[in-house]
């Protein structure tokens, strides 16, 4: 029977439990970049895993529980449609870029993560995990994800992960799912040790509860902080059929895992019949212990489409902090959640691309508001395209400020697999995946200067050949996701990093983009 959406406001339960186990160890040594590509490398193929059920999508809300509905008018910018041209000579601030983390044919989609601090750029990848400096010159031995994690006993195959850079404890967080459908199913999460990723990490795994959670495993983390915490969301589908069982959150005590003897208490959050992917927050206010969640909840319930915010408070080394719903967020405009097929259009071959669908993909906090994407299937009652959904919202009274899309009405373009960030002069910058019929599989971003429109989409890494590979599964997968951050150096700049299809036909790349915004009104 498929899950059901609950709308009442109900507190989550929660347990506490203790990582008690921590792994230290230095999966980038001299050591390891002696050992054969084979050793230290991923190349074996990782298993495709069955398609999973999809997360419900709630069919109504609490009225009383509606916090704010915005505007129908809203900004929409068009994505080009024209095929992609050399650009002229780059002006001094035209974006940095440089290749990332690639394709080896052993893992699709490549799942696009990765964290920049003040020296290095890290960027894990379903295959394997890089470091570069912020130039893009390698700073350490490339290690698979597996073996990343091989300091916890690991053996099985790591997927989904996830990193963010807290620059105010000056470290990189981590995490990843390992064991697909297996009662050993595990979060994994590791935290450097300094603001240097090829210096030691501490690592702690997080096994499935089967008493409490039941028999399920563990997909899709999403990673936040605040001053305190480090939380993490994940995705319960059954071991036995892959239906959709729930959402976990784990709330962590951020000084206790950063610290030794990193022993650090946990919060548990186990969600029932609230939908999936509820996405923890980047905090970019210093001060700020509470732990926004936000979630897609239905994108046309009675013609409007809603989401919906929790907020996690309280001390968790205490045992003290409660997950509660803080309440509906809605437009005027409408979505489908799920495409009907493959919908991203490219240059040379009838196949298209998949758009994923429409869960939270990126969460900040910046100056007492929430900024959060996600991609929204178009027109609504029979998709034939996916634009890119943003939202800003004040959480000081809870209202919805601007709800924007990166779209072409023509169905000309798909945008898909967004992430964004925040800066100090509350720029937003927002990086997506972009596809149409002119051009190869690509990567850009759109940037919207504070109080402006947003600029035309820059695609920084144009797709370079055709791209079709699914390992006999029924989907031309892309992404899954994204990632887009400020830079922790002036707090300005921003990074994001997009996977583009390579010069050789059926590979997937990443491309890492270091923008520098204009400056704000009356800097010079």
């Not at 405009?333 to 994923?356: H, M, N, Y």
Request: glycine share 8%; aromatic share 8%; charged share 15%.
């Amino acid at each position: 029977m498929p899950a059901t959406m609950d709308p009442s406001p109900a507190a989550a339960p929660s347990d506490l439990l203790l990582l008690d186990r921590p792994a230290t160890t230095a999966p980038f040594t001299a050591e390891t970049a002696a050992l054969p590509v084979a050793q230290r490398e991923q190349t074996e193929i990782k298993p495709l895993r069955p398609v999973k059920e999809r997360p419900p999508v709630a069919e109504s809300i609490v009225p009383a529980l509606v916090m704010s509905v915005a505007e129908a008018q809203t900004t929409i910018t068009s994505a080009p449609t024209a095929p992609l041209v050399p650009p002229p000579a780059a002006p001094p601030a035209a974006p940095v870029t440089f290749d990332g983390g690639a394709d080896n044919g052993t893992t699709i989609p490549p799942d696009t993560a990765g964290a920049v601090g003040p020296n290095h750029v890290f960027n894990p990848l379903n295959n394997n995990v890089w470091i570069f400096d912020r130039t893009g010159r390698p700073a350490a031995p490339i290690v698979s994800l597996n073996n990343f994690w091989s300091g916890l006993g690991n053996t099985g195959h790591t997927f989904d992960p996830r990193a963010v850079f807290d620059p105010y404890g000056g470290r990189y967080v981590f995490a990843t799912m390992a064991d697909a459908r297996q009662p050993t199913s595990r979060l994994l999460i590791a935290v450097s040790t300094t603001n240097d990723p090829t210096q030691p990490f501490v690592s702690h795994a997080i096994q499935v509860d089967d008493a409490a959670q039941g028999q399920v495993w563990f997909d899709f983390p999403s990673v936040g902080f605040t001053a305190d915490k480090i939380t993490v969301q994940i995705n319960l589908f059954t071991r036995n059929g892959n239906q959709f069982a729930g959402s976990t959150v784990y709330a962590i005590d951020k000084q206790s895992i950063y610290n030794p003897p990193h022993q650090a208490p946990v919060q548990r959050f186990i969600l029932q019949n609230k939908g999936a992917t509820q996405v923890p927050a980047v905090t970019y206010d210093p001060t700020l212990n509470d732990q926004y969640l936000v979630a897609r909840w239905g994108g046309n319930i009675q013609g409007q489409g809603f989401l919906v915010a929790y907020r996690l408070s309280g001390n968790v080394a205490l045992g003290q902090a409660t997950l509660t719903q803080v309440g509906f967020l809605g437009t005027a405009l409408t979505w489908d959640a799920f495409p009907p097929a493959d919908l991203g259009s490219q240059s040379g071959i009838p196949a298209r691309v998949a758009v994923g669908d429409d869960r939270i993909l990126a969460v900040c906090v910046r100056n007492g508001r929430l900024y959060c994407c996600q991609a929204v299937m178009l027109p609504t009652g029979g998709p034939t395209r996916s634009a890119v959904q943003w939202w800003e919202i004040d959480v000081a009274n809870w209202s919805v400020l601007q709800v924007g899309r990166i779209d072409d009405p023509t169905d000309a373009v798909c945008c898909a697999a967004p992430s964004l960030s925040v800066n100090a002069q509350n720029d937003l910058l927002i990086g997506h995946a972009q596809f149409s019929a002119n051009i190869h599989p690509s990567g850009g971003y759109t940037l919207r200067s504070a109080g402006g429109q947003p600029q035309p989409s820059n695609l920084f890494a144009p797709g370079r050949s055709t791209y079709f590979k699914t390992f006999g599964g029924p989907a031309n997968r892309w992404g899954d996701y994204s990632h887009t951050q400020v830079d922790p150096l002036n707090d300005v700049d921003f990074w994001t990093v997009q996977e583009f299809a390579d010069a050789q036909a059926d590979k997937w790349a990443t491309k890492w983009a270091h923008i520098v915004p204009p400056p704000a009104a009356g800097v010079i």
